[in-house]
């Protein structure tokens, strides 16, 4: 008898390599103490593809799969919520949120006409409106759009002051950073960072990054104010191109590193996945057409190490900040990397995970950012 979606899911969302997998059932899933990872992934049946919300209790090597209408790009928890996840879909239309408790999507939404979200939100400063990049699908400029977080209707819109923005992240004093990663033929528009302040509407600072073949995708700015920048080459039909690492100590100077040229001409495609470690300041990398995992010093603005990896994608770190978490390979599989020795620990690798989406977050660690007070409730 064939198997069917749902019993296949059911016993895909209970297969782990661990051989303690067994007594581990019985815990709490969804503890706040354990490292528990949310990516997005897919899982193929036969003929099918499923798209799936990938949750891994790293602690108790266990995991849970919950179906969604797209592959999720960016996650964000709501903050009134830590059992309510929202997804977004790169570059489209759709949006949903996700109930992790009952394992379901409980709402989808889209953007508005002839807009399409990049795959990265926030929510604002009292967690009652969510603020999600978007560009026009014709004329490619950004506008940061200001929605409800139970109607999802469009409360605001204000311009990104750019073409194509992608990331973003709210600072705890409303200043909003976003990626402009488009360039326009005339040259009016280049690849930018934008801050604005969302009191006032005004632009902050706008940084341009001295490699002008860069986009400046995605990127990070610690509790002290470091910024990490990770690129991808403008011309992306060109395969063999470099993508691009660029570091700022608090206010200093921005430097896209350029040494040691052996790594720098190593590292083509995409520069995707950034966690800072700022007790080591150190920032960590992925580099998946590379195949390449990067480590750079912030304060020295040089590499530490780097190291081959199959197709590392989304990177995150455990709560106690000991180790780097890493998703990678074809067939997607987690491990753990020393943040002082930074070696893989090869006892803590989990597979197959099905966490095949770009990004990687820590649900656990997430939650001390957003309710530090209110972790358990």
Same mark, same amino acid.
């Given at each position: ?193 934008? $801050? ?25 700015? $610690? ?155």
């Amino acid at each position: 008898m064939p198997m069917n979606r749902r019993h296949f899911l059911k016993a895909m969302s209970a297969s782990l390599i661990s051989s303690s997998l067994a007594s581990c059932t019985h815990k709490k899933f969804f503890n706040p103490d354990e490292d528990i990872l949310l990516s997005g992934g897919h899982m193929d049946d036969e003929n099918d593809r499923q798209n799936v919300l990938t949750i891994i209790n790293l602690t108790q090597q266990e995991k849970r799969l919950i179906e969604t209408p797209f592959l999720a790009h960016g996650m964000v928890i709501d903050p009134n919520n830590k059992y309510r996840i929202f997804c977004f879909e790169k570059n489209a239309g759709n949006a949903c949120t996700i109930d992790l408790q009952t394992q379901s999507v409980t709402a989808t939404f889209n953007s508005e006409t002839n807009q399409l979200f990049s795959g990265h939100a926030c929510f604002s400063q009292d967690g009652k409106q969510l603020i999600c990049i978007e560009s026009n699908s014709e004329n490619y400029q950004g506008s940061i759009s200001i929605r409800d977080r139970e109607t999802f209707e469009l409360i605001h819109q204000l311009p990104t002051l750019g073409l194509t923005p992608h990331d973003c992240q709210l600072t705890k004093d409303n200043i909003l950073t976003v990626s402009n990663t488009g360039r326009s033929e005339s040259g009016f528009h280049q690849p930018s960072l934008v $801050s604005i302040n969302l009191n006032t509407e005004k632009l902050v600072e706008r940084i341009k990054l001295d490699k002008q073949s860069l986009n400046c995708g995605h990127f990070n700015i $610690s509790n002290n104010n470091d910024l990490v920048i990770a690129s991808a080459p403008i011309d992306s039909s060109n395969k063999s191109l470099s993508g691009g690492v660029s570091l700022r100590r608090q206010d200093g100077m921005l430097t896209t590193m350029t040494e040691p040229e052996l790594v720098i001409k190593r590292m083509t495609g995409e520069a995707l996945g950034i966690e800072i470690n700022q007790q080591q300041q150190i920032a960590a990398i992925t580099h998946p057409q590379a195949n390449l995992l990067t480590f750079w010093s912030i304060q020295d603005q040089k590499i530490i190490k780097a190291f081959g990896i199959e197709k590392p994608r989304g990177i995150s770190q455990t709560l106690d900040k000991k180790y780097f978490i890493v998703s990678y390979g074809e067939k997607p599989a987690m491990a753990k990397i020393s943040s002082t020795e930074l070696e893989p620990q090869a006892d803590s690798i989990v597979q197959p995970t099905l966490a095949s989406g770009e990004h990687l977050i820590n649900w656990s660690k997430s939650l001390r950012e957003i309710m530090p007070t209110r972790v358990y409730d």
